[in-house]
């Protein structure tokens, strides 16, 4: 299994101002991804951190909004830019370590409120 | 439309009571079905992982079951705990990708 941190695990910022986020592993990974879990809905993929290269973002997400990081195989960054209180959520990292079992592993999180 | 959709979307269940969530799933072909536990306030953990061709699959008092022509899974979890009150989310990998789809979980909340 993989052993998953992020920094910080909560938060409460101000409108207009940006925030960063980190995530550690224990391991080193291939996949590393950012999701955003908003107030009682499921997990939405916001991009793949790719290491070396620029993120690969989906539809709704764009770098300006939320650039990442990825310097080496255990650690990336994601940045909240530019907040308004729409971007109150849950913020998770997840790493996929390509074991025989195909799973993905989660941080634990971080909850980031905008006011 | 990939999509996977869970119910019920809230529970109450006393203590040491058994209970079954259902997930139905539009997504085809694919890889493997989890389902995930997540703790308020905490990232996801897997339960059980499935691929299409296995129908069950159990991890202590939690057994999840498979139909992959109904596209059909649950999640059945024996003498529930106080420590089993969490949303339990259904995610379904799509053949040939690594992005998860997620279903929106059933938040199961257990009583003494």
């Known amino acids: 299994s993989a052993v998953i941190s992020q920094k910080p695990s909560r938060d409460i910022c101000q409108r207009g101002t940006s925030l960063t986020i980190q995530c550690q592993v224990d391991?080193?990974?291939?996949?590393m991804f950012w999701y955003r879990q908003q107030p009682g809905q499921s997990l939405t993929l916001i991009a793949t951190?790719?290491?070396?290269?620029?993120?690969?973002?989906e539809s709704g997400f764009v770098i300006d909004k939320f650039p990442i990081s990825r310097p080496n195989l255990t650690f990336s960054t994601l940045t909240v830019s530019n907040m308004s209180p729409e971007d109150s959520s849950i913020y998770l990292c997840?790493?996929?370590?390509?074991?025989?079992?195909?799973?993905?592993?989660f941080g634990p999180g971080t909850r980031l409120t905008v006011l | 439309k990939n999509q996977v959709e869970q119910s019920p979307q809230s529970l109450i269940i006393l203590e040491g009571k058994n209970c079954t969530l259902q997930c139905n799933y539009t997504v085809s072909p694919f890889s493997n079905l989890r389902w995930y536990k997540q703790d308020t306030g905490r990232g996801p953990v897997s339960l059980t992982i499935?691929?299409?061709?296995?129908n069950t699959k159990s991890n202590g008092r939690y057994t999840a079951t498979l139909d992959a022509d109904t596209k059909q899974s649950s999640l059945h979890i024996t003498a529930s705990q106080l420590s089993d009150s969490a949303s339990y989310i259904c995610?379904?990998?799509?053949?040939?990708?690594?992005?998860?789809?997620f279903g929106t979980g059933t938040r199961l909340q257990v009583f003494p």
């Open positions: 391991s080193q990974v291939t996949m």
């Open positions: 951190a790719n290491q070396g290269s620029e993120a690969t973002y």
């Open positions: 499935m691929t299409f061709s296995e």
């Open positions: 997840s790493v996929d370590p390509r074991t025989a079992r195909d799973e993905q592993f």
């Open positions: 995610v379904v990998t799509p053949r040939n990708t690594d992005k998860l789809i």
